[in-house]
């Protein structure tokens, strides 16, 4: 399954980016969706989540400012990021996870990343 990530960029603070993630492969199912950052010198951490439901879940940081969703007829998730803070800045990768077609076997794909960053 490869996915590719885009939408970063520099934006000052206050701002809004919106990211996507597009993915394509022999996918049968997929459980969930998650959008993970890193800053520099810090760990990766989680962002968003949205599952094969369509629940919903965000990091407390990111809460009332960050929205994702998804479009499954194209295959794509995306991070809507509103209000952005220099605390935002990092690159954001995406995350899916779900079953192959003709293995029915789990997968775990990340996208490359993309970068942004949020200046004050």
């Known amino acids: 399954v490869q996915l590719q990530a885009s939408g970063g960029g520099l934006v000052q603070a206050g701002g809004s980016l919106r990211l996507s993630c597009a993915f394509s492969?022999?996918?049968?199912?997929?459980?969930?969706m998650e959008w993970y950052r890193q800053a520099p010198g810090k760990q990766r951490e989680l962002v968003a989540t949205?599952?094969?439901?369509?629940?919903?879940d965000y990091a407390d940081s990111v809460k009332g400012r960050f929205t994702v969703s998804r479009d499954n007829a194209k295959n794509t998730v995306y991070l809507q990021m509103n209000s952005l803070k220099p605390e935002d800045t990092g690159r954001y990768y995406c995350?899916?996870?779900?079953?192959?077609?003709?293995?029915?076997?789990?997968?775990?794909?990340w996208g490359q990343g993309t970068l942004v960053t949020v200046s004050s």
């Open positions: 492969g022999d996918i049968f199912a997929y459980r969930a």
């Open positions: 995350n899916v996870r779900g079953i192959l077609l003709t293995s029915a076997r789990g997968f775990d794909s």
């Open positions: 949205i599952t094969s439901g369509g629940t919903t």
